[in-house]
């Protein structure tokens, strides 16, 4: 069993800044695609950003400049640097992988449980 666990959410003024982790753990053969969405209370949910492996990148165009995602390959981990924080970042952000379990097996779309971020004075 293969499980993505998010953190480094929480409470933050607005202009400030949080970093997110997603770390993939169980039995993993390979990650292709590691990603970040978010989902703010009434809305749908909506791409933040994306990374291959090979660490291109796709953002969200509202959110280009201020929000920045990373992978380490080593450790399974996406990573989401957001700054310039605004009360329209509230939400809750979901890490989102696909994994395989075992060489030549399919990728699995795997999401995690969700943290919270929320931009407030």
């Known amino acids: 069993q293969v499980q993505l666990v998010e953190s480094g959410g929480g409470l933050v003024q607005p202009g400030g800044s949080l970093r997110l982790s997603c770390a993939a753990s169980?039995?993993?053969?390979?990650?292709?695609?590691m990603g970040w969405y978010r989902q703010a209370p009434g809305k749908e949910r909506e791409l933040v950003a994306r990374i291959t492996v090979d660490g291109r990148t796709t953002y969200a165009d509202s959110l280009k400049g201020r929000f920045t995602i990373s992978r380490d390959n080593s450790k399974n981990t996406v990573y989401l640097q957001m700054s310039s924080l605004k009360p329209e970042d509230t939400a809750v952000y979901y890490c989102r992988s696909d994994v395989r379990r075992y060489f030549g097996g399919p990728y699995l779309d795997l999401w995690g449980q969700g943290t919270l971020v929320n931009v407030s004075s």
């Open positions: 169980g039995r993993i053969a390979g990650i292709n695609d």
